[in-house]
C-alpha cells in the first residue's frame, strides 16, 4: 500500500531534549516536505526537498534541521526544542513538483 | 501569492450534492487550482486540481469559471465520510519549483444523515 509514514504519532517532551521524527514514503517519490499545523494559522511549511541532498527552507524553518540520504526518508529534527514548537506534524511527499501530495497521518509534540 | 476566499462552514445532508464554493480573484494564468480535505487532525487528503478545464475524478468534480476567479468543488453523493475541512489552495511555487501548499482556514463541511 502507498504511504507515507511518521514516527512516533505522539510525543510529550521536555524543553532542550533532541527529537527527531522520522518520515518514510514507499513510492519512490522525489519531493518531500515538513508541515507543522497550528490552531488559526492553517499548514505552514517548515522544509523541503526535492531530491537526495537537495533540501531547502520553507515559511517557518526556524529550530528544526533536517536531512534527506536516501529517497525515501525525510527526518525533521529538533536540536533543542522549546514550547513553541508545540504543535501537529505533518510529512508529505509527491511524485512532481506539480502533482498532489500524499501525507502522513500526523505527529503530536508536546514541549514542556 | 494569490489568495482563496471560502466560506468557514456550510452543511449538507447526507446522499445530496455537496458544493463548495472558492474564490481566487487574483490568481495568475500558469497557477492550477487544487483541493484538499482534512479529516477530524488526519492528514490532508488530495482530491483534484485543475487549470482552466472542469475535471472530474471518482472523488469529486472541479468546476472552474471562464475567468478563472472562482471554482467550485462538487462532491455528487455526500455521505457522512465526507464531513471534514475542505481545503481550496493555488498553487504556490517555492523558489526552486516545488510546490509549497499554503493552507488557509477551509471550509468545515457537515454531511448530516
Known amino acids: 500500500e502507498a504511504q507515507v509514514t511518521q514516527n512516533p504519532r505522539y510525543l510529550i517532551t521536555v524543553t532542550g531534549k533532541k527529537l527527531t521524527v522520522t518520515c518514510s514514503q514507499n513510492m519512490n517519490h522525489e519531493y518531500m516536505s515538513w508541515y507543522r499545523q497550528d490552531p488559526g494559522l492553517g499548514l505552514r511549511q517548515i522544509y523541503y526537498?526535492?531530491?537526495?541532498?537537495?533540501?531547502d527552507k520553507g515559511d517557518v524553518p526556524e529550530g528544526y534541521k533536517v536531512s534527506r540520504k536516501e529517497k525515501r526518508n525525510f527526518p525533521l529534527i529538533l536540536e533543542s526544542p522549546s514550547p513553541n514548537q508545540t504543535s501537529l506534524y505533518f510529512c508529505?511527499?509527491?511524485?512532481?513538483?506539480?502533482?498532489?501530495?500524499?501525507f502522513g497521518d500526523g505527529t503530536r509534540l508536546s514541549i514542556l | 501569492d494569490a489568495k482563496t476566499t471560502q466560506p468557514t462552514s456550510m452543511d449538507c445532508a447526507e446522499g445530496r450534492a455537496a458544493n463548495l464554493p472558492c474564490n481566487h480573484s487574483t490568481i495568475s494564468g500558469n497557477e492550477y487550482v487544487y483541493w484538499y480535505r482534512q479529516i477530524h487532525s488526519q492528514g490532508p487528503q488530495y482530491i483534484i486540481h485543475?487549470?482552466?478545464n472542469n475535471e472530474t475524478n471518482e472523488m469529486a468534480s472541479l468546476i472552474i469559471t471562464e475567468d478563472r476567479k472562482s471554482s467550485t468543488l462538487i462532491l455528487p453523493h455526500a455521505t457522512l465520510r465526507d464531513t471534514a475541512v475542505y481545503y481550496c489552495?493555488?498553487?504556490?511555487?517555492?523558489?526552486?519549483?516545488?510546490?509549497?501548499?499554503?493552507f488557509g482556514t477551509g471550509t468545515r463541511l457537515l454531511v448530516s444523515p
Open positions: 526537498s526535492m531530491n537526495v541532498e537537495v533540501t
Open positions: 489552495i493555488v498553487r504556490v511555487v517555492g523558489g526552486t519549483g516545488f510546490q509549497k501548499l499554503v
Open positions: 485543475g487549470l482552466k
Open positions: 508529505a511527499s509527491s511524485l512532481q513538483a506539480m502533482g498532489p501530495q500524499h
